[in-house]
């Protein structure tokens, strides 16, 4: 004879669908028909395609960086072309559309603005 669990349980048990506590009436799993309902939609619903996420995107060429010794801007570049040092990151910006210089977006905000 195979092991059969013997189910025994308290006087009212938690309805799987809602979680609300009711009296159990014979072999009844949940609380009401709509919950029963509700769980039946909820196993047999098709299924939910996966969300699918952009590809990452490099952030060097939106990001404007500045060499400390001559003041120069570049975007997308970190070694100066003047001076041949490291320029010092700061932030995501692009070419300004009237004189196409590098302006990060950090420049066009007020300073309280700004969080760090």
Known sequence: MPDI??????????CPHCARPFAPAGKRRYC??????????????A?????????????????????????TRALGEQRCEDCATF?????????????????AITDLLDDEEVTH
Do not use: F, N
């Not at 509700?38 to 196993?43: K, V």
């Not at 320029?87 to 302006?103: L, N, S, T």
């Open 5 to 14: 669990p013997l189910r025994h349980d308290p006087v009212t048990i938690p």
């Open 47 to 71: 299924t939910i395609a996966p969300v699918v996420l952009p590809r990452a995107r490099p952030r060097k060429p939106v990001t404007v960086y500045e060499c400390d010794a001559c003041g």
């Open 87 to 103: 320029m010092r990151r700061i932030g995501i910006g692009g070419h300004c559309p009237h004189c196409d210089e590098p302006v």
């Open 32 to 45: 009401t028909d709509a919950c029963k309902a509700a769980a039946y939609r909820r196993r047999h619903q």
